[in-house]
């Protein structure tokens, strides 16, 4: 698959298969994409905590305060994506441009994290509503949690969802 075929095909899952689990060698690419991302000044201001078994069920309870995200326990794992401290010439860098590199950086592991699992025929689902207090402890972190990761095989027969979209006219302005 090249990207744009990935693109086209990446949706956000909330069907797992609870029977697949990740094969270690599918994990592995997918966390080897995650440390080729690019960051700012290469200083990955982030932590990735792969949780499988109670840890992932635990973690997905975390998720799922006023109702919310209630299909993360059948993902088989959760990445845990954690904020570090920046780097000394980030900090620097952010002090006099006033800006804070590490959401974008997250941002873009979170795009390679999902890219490379859905090139693995994978399913994912981005969760920014957690209990950051709650994850750590379960984790053992002392850094705030970014935000988590659901992934897993989605289940046969879960269908593609038309993208919506803004046009390139609205998105985009050629100068």
């Known amino acids: 698959m090249n990207f744009t075929e990935i693109a086209k095909s990446r949706q956000s899952c909330r069907s797992y298969d609870e029977t697949r689990p990740v094969e270690d060698e599918k994990l592995q690419a997918i966390l080897e994409a995650a440390r080729l991302a690019p960051s700012a000044c290469n200083a990955q201001p982030y ?15 975390a998720t799922m305060d006023m ?5 993360a326990p059948k993902a088989p794992v959760i990445i845990v994506i954690s904020e570090k401290p920046r780097s000394k010439l980030v900090a620097l860098a952010a ?13 873009i592991v979170t795009a390679y994290i999902t890219a490379e699992a ?3 025929g994978l399913g994912t689902c981005i969760i920014g509503w957690l209990n950051d207090e709650k994850i750590r402890k379960i984790c053992g972190l002392k850094d705030p949690i970014s935000l988590v990761i659901t992934l897993g095989y989605p ?5 593609l969802r038309q993208k919506k979209r803004k046009s390139l006219d609205e998105l985009v302005t050629m100068l």
């Open 155 to 159: 289940t046969e027969g879960d269908p």
């Open 118 to 120: 859905a090139a693995q």
């Open 95 to 107: 002090k006099v441009k006033d800006n804070d590199c590490r959401p974008y950086d997250i941002g």
């Open 47 to 61: 932590h990735l905590t792969v949780c499988r078994g109670d840890a992932a069920k635990q973690v997905a309870a």
């Open 67 to 71: 109702g919310m995200n209630k299909f």
